[in-house]
């Protein structure tokens, strides 16, 4: 049945409007009796069962009955003891089906604990939502109730994922802060004191020592080959077996019979012997100490690397200063802009440079001494191709200038006084016209050779 709600803000009291209508339909003596009307679910049983008589299909006996009422508690506890003993009796005489059902039990008992969970978490996730409207069916209430759980199961869910995700990533990320498992990381330190302690054995540091084993060997076999006992198969054979420090030399200082060099032998046997002896102590603190060892030489590697760039710098420096055009050139705000701009790009080019000779100084990699020898082949190229080409713009300057002074003669000595002169500026003179008939034919030719000499000379002026 459903509960009897308070009316929310907004909705009519449905009670307070029934019975203000029954009052008004009383006034008007519309209500009729109980005993008039019965109750309504009689009533309505009734219009049923005409309706289906009238359409020729009756409805069974019972159909519009009224429902069992609903039990008591004390009827549903006597109804659950009922069935308890009736499933303990079911077990004591089948035990199989007793364990099944035990299993069913416990699936049933986790159901009804999850979802009594699901249930809490969806009060506590929606105690603030929006509810149904009073008066709602218990149908509604129960939907309503279920899409909460419902919800509420699948954001657990999801919680429960993220929370795995970030465990995950929680380890993934101590994981990546030492990505190298211990083992083997253990195992490379074991493979880098192995091949520092090789690199002890190869350091050039301790043949020093070999140096002198060996001098003290070849003064040993100048001496005994003084003797005329000891033949060089003798020697070689010495040699054969690693050494004068080797082999018992008292035979042959009994042939040999000679005090003052068995003395220097045996000095020099010691000597051999003393340094094989700090050899080998030296090796074995070297090794015993390999991590020192290792820095010691790291840090003269760098030293020795600092050092060649030092010294290079100390000769580089000189040599870029008498490079009278490496310095940078002022630029005059007042000058004009070609003198300007020109000071402005020599500038940019110097900075350049600079920069370019300060990455070379401090790479001492293979590719940048190819880099710098290709650099330095390529400037005997355009040095070799800069003097021929100077070469010849000098040869063209002098070619030049020669025929500039001769064009310049030339026209210097085509120009005639006449342009001072009064004469007309045409070249030609007018000529009276004379009376040909009484003028010899001498003065005529005459006076027509002068006219054409100067029409000439006014035409070479031009």
């Known amino acids: 049945m459903p509960e009897k709600n308070a009316p929310a803000a907004g909705f009519v009291n449905t009670e307070k409007n029934n019975a203000d209508v029954a009052q008004k339909l009383l006034k008007q003596d519309l209500i009729n009796t109980p005993v008039e009307t019965g109750i309504a679910g009689d009533a309505l049983d009734k219009l049923a069962a005409v309706a289906s008589k009238k359409a020729g299909s009756e409805l069974p006996p019972g159909a519009y009955e009224k429902p069992d009422p609903e039990p008591t508690p004390k009827e549903i506890e006597a109804k659950a003891q009922a069935d308890a003993d009736a499933k303990a009796a ?23 604990e999850s979802e009594n969970a699901a249930r809490e978490s969806a009060d506590k996730l929606f105690k603030d939502s929006p509810g149904l409207p009073p008066g709602s069916s218990p149908k509604a209430s129960e939907a309503f109730s279920s899409i909460k759980i419902k919800a509420a199961q699948e954001i657990s869910a999801r919680e429960t994922e993220l929370e795995k995700l970030r465990k995950e990533k929680s380890e993934l990320e101590e994981k990546l802060k030492n990505p190298v498992p211990p083992e083997l990381e253990s195992e490379l330190k074991e493979h880098r004191t192995w091949r520092a302690k090789l690199d002890v054995d190869f350091d050039p540091k301790f043949k020093t020592f070999d140096k002198t084993v060996t001098e003290a060997q070849e003064f040993i076999y100048s001496q005994l080959s003084k003797s005329p006992v000891i033949t060089p198969a003798i020697l070689a054979e010495i040699k054969q077996y690693g050494g004068p420090e080797n082999v018992n030399l008292g035979k042959l200082f009994d042939a040999i019979k000679d005090p ?23 090796v074995k603190l070297a090794k015993d100490n390999v991590q020192q060892y290792v820095a010691e030489r790291q840090k003269q590697f760098e030293s020795s690397k600092n050092s060649h760039t030092t010294a290079t710098q100390q000769r580089l420096e000189p040599m870029v200063k008498s490079l009278d055009w490496f310095a940078e050139k002022p630029v005059d705000p007042k000058a004009d802009e070609p003198a300007r701009k020109a000071a402005e790009d020599h500038n940019a080019f110097v900075k350049q440079t600079k920069e370019q000779l300060d990455a070379a100084l401090k790479d001492d990699s293979a590719e940048m001494r190819a880099i710098l020898l290709v650099g330095m082949a390529q400037l005997f190229q355009l040095q070799r191709t800069h003097s021929d080409t100077k070469s010849r713009l000098e040869t063209a300057e002098k070619s030049l200038k020669e025929v500039t002074e001769k064009w310049e003669k030339i026209k ?19 000529v009276k016209p004379k009376d040909s008939f009484t003028t010899h034919a001498t003065d005529a030719l005459d006076a027509i050779a002068k006219q054409v000499m100067e029409a000439r000379a006014a035409k070479a002026a031009q």
Do not use: H
């Open 412 to 430: 210097s000595s085509s120009t005639s006084r006449l342009r001072e002169s009064a004469a007309p500026s045409g070249g030609t003179a007018s």
């Open 260 to 282: 003052t060099m068995q003395r220097l032998v045996e000095s020099k046997v010691a000597d051999i012997e003393m340094a094989k002896f700090q050899k080998e102590q030296a």
């Open 90 to 112: 079911a077990a004591a005489a089948d035990p199989k089906a007793a364990e099944a059902q035990k299993k069913a039990d416990e699936v049933a008992k986790a159901k009804s």
